[in-house]
């Protein structure tokens, strides 16, 4: 099967069908949800809160995104897969940010790049774009400038920061980006621009009126304990599920019910049986040798008492 394309997105947003996004970091999540189905799949900076445990996005690096973007490229045939720039890696100039974007399409093969910003991108969006590598936008909350917007707050609430969004994404759609993100914004906001731009809108805490959606996996299915933000819903509670599983593992390692019979190989009883009687006869040379000994537990060279262990054979 071949994979999601920009154009097929396009499409999708012109007949009103939406589109499915998540995030995925890993080759065995990235196959169970590219058969479940999904448009769309982010390789994320946010990897460095909810995998990598840092309590913002800024520490992940490109070497992390590209790690994380070639399993998840391995584990999917369906999915169009999007790298994200990490912070740090198209702050400083069309060349640095062109430099990232090659070496994550040359060395993970995703079939996009991410970035967050707007019109502040515009020329580097252009550029990528020129140079035959789709981007996905990304504006409202940006989670790389949480120290400039003091935490996770919605964005575009004044009359003047919404015609800023609008803008931005004005300048994402000029410059050739072929989706937008949008984070964090009042959902009759995000009605706005989905109406306004010709390029699909993917809404995260953007209200119902995005072409599609996209959320964070470990939000959805309950794998990150630390906090759920307000605009998820958990479709599952696979920590919960880990927890009981691995309690009901120590509790069968210790009880000794794991591993069974159908978890062992087995061998042929003559081998096995060769191997023990070395054991007896060596247990009976051990004891014979223990009777001429003057004290026990003093054998020679041992005279303060202490005898090394015995060793185990396998
Ligand atoms: O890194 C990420 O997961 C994202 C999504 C929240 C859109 O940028």
Do not use: W
């Not at 992940?60 to 994380?68: A, N, S, Y």
């Not at 909350?141 to 935490?151: D, E, R």
């Not at 209200?207 to 959805?220: K, T």
């Amino acid at each position: 099967m071949s994979r999601v394309t920009p154009d097929q997105l396009r499409e999708m947003k012109t007949r009103g069908e939406r589109i499915a996004m998540l995030t995925a970091y890993d080759y065995p999540t990235a196959q169970i949800l590219d058969a479940a189905g999904l448009h769309i799949l982010l390789v994320g900076d946010s990897m460095g809160m909810v995998v990598l445990g840092h309590p913002t996005t800024l520490p992940v690096t490109l070497d992390d995104i590209i790690r994380h973007t070639q399993a998840v490229v391995r584990g999917t045939e369906h999915a169009l897969i999007v790298g994200d720039l990490p912070f740090g890696s198209f702050q400083v100039s069309t060349e640095e940010t062109m430099r990232a974007a090659v070496r994550i399409m040359k060395e993970a093969a995703p079939q996009a790049v991410k970035l967050e910003g707007g019109r502040r991108v515009a020329a580097s969006v252009r550029a990528l774009t020129e140079a035959g590598i789709p981007v996905m936008g990304h504006v409202g909350l940006t989670p790389q400038s949480v120290n400039v917007t003091g935490g996770f707050k919605v964005q575009g609430k004044t009359e003047r920061a919404a015609r800023l969004l609008l803008d931005d994404v004005a300048a994402l759609e000029d410059a050739g980006a072929f989706a937008v993100v949008l984070e964090l914004v009042p959902a009759e906001l995000a009605r706005l621009v989905t109406e306004r731009t010709s390029i699909p809108t993917i809404g995260i805490g953007a209200g119902p009126y995005c072409d599609g959606e996209v959320q964070v996996v470990h939000d959805i299915m309950g794998l990150f304990p630390d906090f759920t933000p307000r605009h998820t819903r958990r479709f599952a509670e696979l920590g919960t599920a880990m927890r009981e599983a691995a309690q009901a593992y120590v509790t069968e390692v210790r009880e000794r019910t794991f591993p069974g019979a159908a978890q062992s190989a087995k061998m042929s009883a003559e081998v096995i049986a060769a191997l023990r009687a070395e054991d007896a006869q060596a247990a009976a040379s051990d004891a014979s040798s223990q009777e001429e000994s003057p004290v026990d537990g003093q054998a020679e060279g041992q005279a303060d008492g202490y005898a090394p262990p015995k060793p185990i054979r396998k």
